[in-house]
């Protein structure tokens, strides 16, 4: 599978965002999902994982209550619903996958997409 990532843009502080990540082939069903995220200067970091059935999701403690990860797997597609964004949220998000199991770090994921930019203005 092949994933492609988009949706980012520059918005301002508050606002909301809606990112994608769309498979390529009929197989999304069979893979974990998560969204990463590299600011500037720092590491990557987990955002948000969700399972093959969609059933069980994991945010990191930044963003729980603002962002909901979510998937259509009829349209082999994640999304990263962002709301009331905060500068510190400006980052290159990643969409990956995986079909060995559901993991919150980033070496558990060998499919990776390209990034989308994210910029938030205070």
């Known amino acids: 599978v092949q994933l492609q990532a988009f949706g980012g843009g520059m918005v301002q502080a508050g606002d909301y965002l809606r990112l994608s990540c769309r498979a390529s082939?009929?197989?999304?069903?069979?893979?974990?999902s998560a969204w990463f995220r590299q600011a500037p200067g720092k590491e990557q970091e987990l955002v948000a994982a969700?399972?093959?059935?969609?059933?069980?999701?994991h945010y990191t403690d930044s963003v729980k209550g603002r962002f909901t990860i979510s998937r259509d797997n009829a349209k082999n597609t994640a999304y990263l619903q962002m709301s009331s964004l905060k500068p510190e949220d400006t980052a290159v998000y990643y969409c990956?996958?995986?079909?060995?199991?559901?993991?919150?770090?980033?070496?558990?994921?060998?499919?990776w997409g390209q990034g989308t930019l994210v910029t938030v203005s205070s």
């Open positions: 990956a996958a995986t079909r060995v199991r559901l993991s919150y770090t980033g070496d558990g994921y060998g499919v």
């Open positions: 082939g009929d197989f999304f069903r069979l893979y974990h």
């Open positions: 969700i399972s093959r059935s969609g059933t069980t999701t």
